[in-house]
C-alpha cells in the first residue's frame, strides 16, 4: 500500500501492484474497477502486449526529455544573456517546447494501452463473476475515468506548458 489518493499503479519495473490505501482497503465496486484496471496492466506486461512494451520505452524517454526540456527552458534566457545572440537563445527555446511536447505527445500515445487494460482485460475479469448487472454501467464509468487519466496528464502537462510560455513571454 502507499500513501496518497489517485497512486494506484502497476510497475513492470518490479512487477509490483501498488494500491492506494483507500483503493486497498475498500471493497466498493470503484475500487475493485481500480484494482481491474491495474490488473489489466500487470497481464499486459506478462503476455507482452506490444502496445504496453512501446509506452514503457517511450515513458522512459519522455521522462528525460521532458528532464531536458526543463533545463532547456531555464537555460534560455542565461543564454541569450551571455551570448548576446537573440537567434542562440530561439534555438534553445525551441529544443526546449519540441522536448516537453514529446511528453505531451508520448501520453496521449499511451490512451490505448490505458482502454485495453480497462475495457480488454479488466472489464471481462469483472464481468466473469466479480460484479452484478446492475453494476456494470458504474464499473464501466470507473474504467472509462482510469483509462482516461493519461488525457488528463497530456491537457495539464499543455497547460503547464503554455504557462511557462506566459511567463517567458511577458
Given at each position: 500500500m502507499i500513501g496518497g489518493e489517485l497512486t494506484?499503479?502497476?510497475d513492470p519495473r518490479d512487477d509490483t501492484l501498488y494500491l492506494s490505501q483507500g483503493v486497498a482497503r475498500s471493497a466498493s465496486v470503484g475500487a475493485m474497477?481500480?484494482?481491474a484496471h491495474e490488473v489489466g496492466h500487470a497481464i499486459q506486461h506478462a503476455t507482452d502486449y506490444h502496445p504496453f512494451v512501446?509506452?514503457?520505452?517511450?515513458v522512459g524517454f519522455s521522462q528525460f526529455s521532458g528532464r531536458i526540456g526543463s533545463f532547456l527552458l531555464?537555460?534560455?534566457p542565461v543564454l541569450t544573456l551571455i551570448t548576446k545572440t537573440p537567434a542562440a537563445g530561439l534555438l534553445m527555446f525551441l529544443a526546449a517546447v519540441g522536448t516537453l511536447g514529446i511528453s505531451v505527445l508520448v501520453q496521449l500515445l499511451t490512451l490505448p494501452v490505458e482502454w485495453d487494460a480497462s475495457?480488454?482485460?479488466a472489464l471481462p475479469i469483472l464481468e466473469a463473476g466479480y460484479i452484478e448487472e446492475s453494476q456494470r454501467p458504474a464499473v464501466r464509468r470507473i474504467l472509462r475515468a482510469c483509462a482516461l487519466t493519461y488525457v488528463a496528464?497530456?491537457?495539464?502537462?499543455?497547460l503547464n506548458?503554455?504557462?511557462w510560455m506566459r511567463l517567458l513571454k511577458g
Open positions: 494506484d499503479r502497476y474497477a481500480i484494482v512501446w509506452r514503457q520505452r517511450l531555464f537555460a534560455v475495457f480488454g482485460r496528464s497530456s491537457l495539464a502537462g499543455l506548458f503554455w504557462r
